[in-house]
């Protein structure tokens, strides 16, 4: 689905990250760090360890992958609810065939019935735009993709990625911009994810039988080890504690539990537009080749 960028829309990209700059956005400003979160307190490893590295000062994450094996890693801690962001630099050069995955999920082990919040971003060949897909998931089925393209290159330097997850909406968020928005308010939304608590998770694999324009570009492993880097990690939600943690519940004393979280701002509705108008590539809600009857949430 990869396409060249025409001097107009480069025009545009240029001056929507002007104003973006200018944007107060209300419900995320109140998203501040909340501490440092060191790795080995914090987050446990998956796959091959030796493909994971760090920063001489420990601040910086790195995850390679190489034919032989990818690495990953997931939070000891779940939540439920909340504001989750993380900065990340993603691979650069041929990295057609590779995906990095930033997602929320509500089992460690792919489990069929599980909940998930997605990014992923899938790589191309050199000098063509990175794509955003980022996915929901209820009670293990899928299928609720969108594609994005962005409007710079991400592997020149670290961007947030972050969801904003309440009983409301689910918000992912590109440096603050919001490119997708899943609503449960109103009608309700009986494909919302909602009841699971979840873990943060990354990971570095090889998915070239889909990722780049639907299969057709293969991993070059010669460009190998290919390797996205991280930090900054930030998780402002409710922790989960068995049997049932209080902050769940609707009691408003967390910003993203509050009604300035529980739909766009207007600043923020003016940003979502544009990236509808200029970034979107595919919306599951608009493909009715794949969906003769298009799922419940699109009327929505």
């Not at 909340?34 to 590295?53: P, R, V």
């Not at 293969?218 to 922790?239: L, M, Q």
Request: aromatic residues 16%; glycine residues 6%.
């Amino acid at each position: 689905m990869a396409m060249h960028l025409s001097s107009w829309i480069l025009l545009l990209l240029t001056a929507f990250v002007f104003t973006c700059s200018c944007i107060s956005n209300a419900a995320t400003d109140n998203a501040a760090p909340s501490g440092s979160f060191s790795f080995k307190d914090n987050f446990d490893l998956t796959g091959a360890e030796d493909h994971f590295s760090t920063s001489p000062d420990g601040q910086v994450w790195y995850l390679s992958l190489d034919k032989n094996a990818g690495c990953g890693f997931q939070t000891r801690d779940r939540y439920r609810f909340g504001w989750f962001s993380m900065k990340l630099k993603l691979v650069g050069g041929d990295s057609a065939g590779v995906v990095t995955a930033y997602y929320m999920c509500s089992d460690l082990g792919a489990a069929p019935d599980r909940d998930e919040l997605d990014f992923e971003f899938l790589g191309n060949r050199t000098g063509e735009p990175y794509t955003i897909q980022t996915n929901v998931y209820k009670g293990g089925v899928g299928n609720r993709e969108m594609r994005h393209q962005l409007w710079f290159d991400p592997t020149e330097d670290f961007h947030t990625y972050s969801i904003l997850w309440n009983n409301h909406q689910i918000v992912f968020f590109v440096d603050r911009v919001p490119i997708r928005v899943y609503k449960n308010n109103g009608k309700p939304n009986n494909f919302f994810p909602s009841d699971k608590p979840m873990y943060m998770l990354s990971s570095i694999w090889n998915a070239d039988d889909w990722a780049t324009r639907g299969g057709l570009e293969k991993t070059n492993w010669t460009h190998a080890p290919f390797v996205s880097s991280y930090k900054d990690f930030n998780a402002d939600g409710c922790k989960w504690e068995d049997p049932y943690p209080k902050c769940v519940s609707s009691t408003g004393e967390n910003w993203w539990d509050q009604n300035e979280a529980w739909a766009l701002t207007d600043s923020q509705q003016e940003d979502s537009k544009w990236v509808w108008r200029n970034l979107v590539i595919y919306d599951y809600c608009k493909d009715y080749e794949r969906f003769p009857k298009l799922p419940e949430e699109c009327s929505l």
